[in-house]
């Protein structure tokens, strides 16, 4: 749904010293892209704003009219032109699929860079999983406490052991890391093969065997990602680059 560049558009946001509350900023670019013209009131104390809530009826700002008819905010703008409203509790791949794709990006940068051989061979698919691991690991260590309470969820050794939760992004990042360096082969091999099996084998039981529906812990414990596939690719990943570079030491 649009308009012509001559409609107007009422809007009513917060414009503090403090605060310059960001839905009002994202109303306001929405309706000048949709071609209102915008009728913009900031509302600059507490008192003013609460005053204005009182008056509409309304729990929050930004408010915006058109046609003389409260629209409400944006995420009812939003809805008004007929865009996706995104549900902050609803699950999704999408951070994890980020990470894998930048992960993806800067594997080949390397392979570029290095001039080492093919840009899509082997070693540019070893340093993909490397990456894709400090990366996730990074996301863990941001709240290990969070990390760990999610993982307990599901994760069988953790369960029984209740610091492996915490030493578990650290050991994921150490394998990366020794991956990335190709140093200290031997251990890195430990480590993957370590975490991965027990975290495959965990996915497994949770969401295959026991059909629980649970949020996965590898991008952290705020994490909105369901456990199931995409989480067994992790630690899938984890057990063949593992063995391709077990297999490279013999």
């Not at 260590?141 to 915490?166: C, G, I, W």
Request: proline letters at 4%.
């Amino acid at each position: 749904m649009s308009s012509s560049p001559a409609s107007t558009a009422v809007l009513y946001r917060m414009v503090m010293p403090e605060h310059v509350c960001p839905w009002g900023l994202k109303a306001r670019w929405l309706l000048k892209r949709k071609g209102f013209a915008v009728e913009d009131h900031w509302l600059r104390t507490r008192e003013e704003t609460d005053a204005f809530m009182e008056s509409q009826g309304v729990e929050t700002t930004p408010q915006v009219f058109i046609d003389g008819q409260r629209v409400g905010g944006y995420d009812d703008l939003r809805r008004r032109f007929g865009l996706e409203v995104r549900d902050p509790d609803a699950q999704s791949y999408r951070p994890v699929v980020a990470v894998f794709m930048m992960a993806a990006l800067l594997a080949v940068a390397a392979a570029i860079g290095s001039g080492g051989g093919a840009v899509l061979g082997a070693h540019t698919f070893a340093w993909f999983i490397a990456i894709s691991m400090c990366i996730l690991a990074l996301l863990k260590l941001q709240d290990v406490e969070s990390f760990s309470t999610m993982f307990l969820n599901y994760d069988l050794l953790a369960r029984k052991v209740v610091p492996y939760a915490y030493v578990y992004p650290f050991a994921e990042a150490l394998a990366g890391l020794l991956m990335v360096s190709g140093r200290l082969p031997w251990l890195a091999i430990a480590v993957a093969g370590f975490i991965g099996t027990v975290g495959a084998v965990s996915v497994i039981k949770a969401v295959y065997i026991d059909k629980r529906e649970l949020k996965c812990a590898c991008v952290g414990g705020s994490s909105k990602v369901p456990l199931g596939f995409v989480s067994l690719t992790e630690n899938l990943m984890m057990v063949a680059m593992a063995v391709w570079m077990a297999l490279r030491q013999l």
